[in-house]
């Protein structure tokens, strides 16, 4: 008989708000079970498509002006509401946390453009309603028609002005961030179960038995971070006075040739059908961000449609006039969910009817309050009677598999020395080597998708064209499986289910 | 440390790669070294298993490997260096190459260069096939490598996007293997790739061929469950009303090469935005002196003959200039594509010594002629833009330009 699995917390999702609430709790002395759908941490759902911005300042003070024009009775800003606290706490925690964790990033400079007096008036009333609201928003300045351009010397003539601030931009992969954490909460105890669906939640004498794909586990508390399915979760641990409602949005992903011909975050000013343009990526490509949100009823509805990112491409064109449809490595769609009591807030609380089950339902921006989100529902997990005894040996720091395509040579060199494997480039597009592919499947990757999303390999212009048939011989060979087996991301995404000759048999 | 000086160094160990390196060697040049990434030399041709190859050059009709086969011991005849497994990971206009292998970084410090890093495959993403995006999707030269070199088959029930011909290859060659192909769905009213693929591969073999039609979804979230096909108007745009689901359970693509030229980027080479390859001279010299290019990284190909007589212009020539003997360019004549002309390589000729010229028309026609500035002109019965133009100017010819010419406009007319 398989050995019952038992823990203190289940939490059921290791996106970011999972993978955020699990680290936390390895501060502890709990055992702590991550139960995940997909196969790795960050690669599904909302965060596999967030956008990687981590934001304060210019990028938050437009996006308050763009929501009061969807719902123009709601305050502007109002500094008491829990979401802002978190998002400002939050973005002030970024720099510790992604030095810990060893995370890529990208400081970048934010730029909202004017080619009008009329967007240059927009900019003035923007400016004026950052000064009022605090010095976190007051940090904006002016740069004219020659600035601009020397700033960003591929940005159209048509350019007036524009407004522009430093220092409250990070943008990061955000499944880095998922992964990084899940790899760190491993290392202080945390157990993960990937490739595991939950089916059910038993209520029993003292404790709840998470019924799943792979069996049940006893657990005393459960944190539902479930994304995209966090109301089909909360239904199995009680009542729920809430639903998802969902937005999508498709984004282009452009050439490392384009991504060279910007270097700040764009924006258009912030009026009515405008809004953000175009961003350079930790990884230097160039991600087009003119699509809208749209409301969509299914949840499932990933498709990307053509003409949606040739618009989003022809949108931003006119401020990059030399980017073009041919720089387009992939377009995806990013699917939001919503919750419909107050669309504007998170949920973050016990179930009415099951205080030992916690929701942690998180809207957009997820990344940027992870933290301090998470560290509430650590709160609420005490408040509910869990023991929260510190770990002395408790670990923050995760060290990032080496990146030879960022080493100087000389580091090169050192690291070709310790193991030849990490001389042999595999990915041709992002410089990903065998060391690297290696490295990342012992650190969990099981499939193409978890080489991709820990290495880069198969990101690249290409997609994977060139290193795809070898990044599925090491995986077969390091995992000992035929290559038959090699999934691409999930169980039933087969690369290559049969062998010559299997179906003339 | 670990730097290497040598004559001519050919990166990529291709059919080009293999030829220039051959006629680098034979011209003269001492050390001539190929880096090549693969663990074998031959590139493409290793997995194009099917014959076809050698026509042109051989007069005989070869398998991919057995072609490459030749030269991979032609060149182990003379004793030509090649470096396997080994991924060049910068290039200078100075011509030092910064090599990274199991063995470390080493740096090749070459008097010449000749680049012949081939072509790779234009993606899904590239032409934005709607739909989501689940395991069973590959570029058909992918597919081709999993099925011929690795021993797999991606699935039982094929469609292939795009009339390429690695795609109509691919449908006879899964058809073999026991899958069905459903369908080879073509956005254009007519093929891509050579008409004997097109009898060969899919009317031989009884495969559907939709031409005019293209993909507007892609069904399946894991892997793929069906896609959508429907007809296209005179715009490529897809009409209402004629989507047709056809379940399977792979798509391959075939819609196009691109000449792999990020490294020639890094050197300053200038890249010509309609081949995709480097601007060239009649000695197949890019913009940068002393660096050479051949082959599909030029311009892509259709036949690997072709390949092989470009890359061995850009060898001998690389040989000349590693031994200081390069021919004092007194001009500098373009070649301007004019009517019906897609492109022409090489983009500027000397006229002082023979040269072929390789084009490619932009739309299908019969009766035509074509009109080389006023010194050349010769019917042509059919043009297609998937076979390419190819003609030989001799030296009486070049010999009737004026003195003062500085463009020739080559164009295709209606006879």
New interface residues.
Partial sequence: MVKQIEADVVIIGAGITGTTIARELSRYKLETVVVEKGGNAGNQGQTKAAGGMLYTGLVMLMSFILKSMMAPDAPLYDAHSQKIKWLEQGFDMVPQWIEELDIEYRRLITMAIATNREEVKALESLVKFGEGIGVRYASPRWADKKTCLEMEPHLTKDVVASLYSEGDLIHVSPWDIAIAQSENAKQNGVGFMFDTEVIGVLQKNGYQLVKTTRGPVKTRFIVNAAGLLADTVADMGGARDWGLTFVRTLSPILDKRAGKLVHSCLNAPPVPGKGPICNPTVDGNLKVETGSYQPTQDR?D?????GE??QNILKAKRYIPEIS??D?????VGMRAFNTRDQEENIIEPCNTNPRFINAVVRLPGIIPALPIARHVVELLGDAGLELVTKPDFNPCRTEIPRFRDLS?VE??RL??QD??Y???VC??E?I?EGEIVEAIKRGARTVAGVRYRTRAGMG??????C??RV??ILARELNTP??QI??????????????????R | MNEQAIDVAVIGAGPAGLAAAIKAKEAGAAKVTIIERDEQPGGLLHQCIHNGFGLAYFNEDLTGPEYARRFIEKAMDLKIDIQLESMVLDLTAAKKITVSSRQGLRTVCARAVVLAMGCRERTRQQIMIPGTRPAGIFTAGTAQRYVNVEGYIPGKKIVILGSGDVGMIMARRLTLEGAKVEAVVEILPYIGGLIRNEVQCVHDFDIPLFLGHTITDVIGLKRVEAVTIAKVDKNQEPIAGTETTIECDTLLTSVGLIPENELSLKAGVELDPITGGPFVNDRMETNISGIFAGGNVVHVNDLVDNVTLEAEVAGACATDYAAGKVPPAKRKISLKAGENIRYIVPHTICAEKEVTLSMRVREPGEKMRLRIGNIFTKPLRVVKPSEMLKVDLTREQLGKLDEMTAEIEISIEKR
């Fill in positions: 499932y990933l498709g990307a449609h053509a990112a040739m449809e041919k387009v490595i992939r377009a995806y040579d090169r060199r070709i020395a030849a494997r001389g042999h480039v041709r597009c410089t080597t212009r290409c997609q994977g064209g060139f795809s048939p599925v011989n290559v038959t999934m691409d991301s999930s169980p039933g995404s087969p690369i290559m289910p049969f062998k010559s000759k299997e179906l003339l």
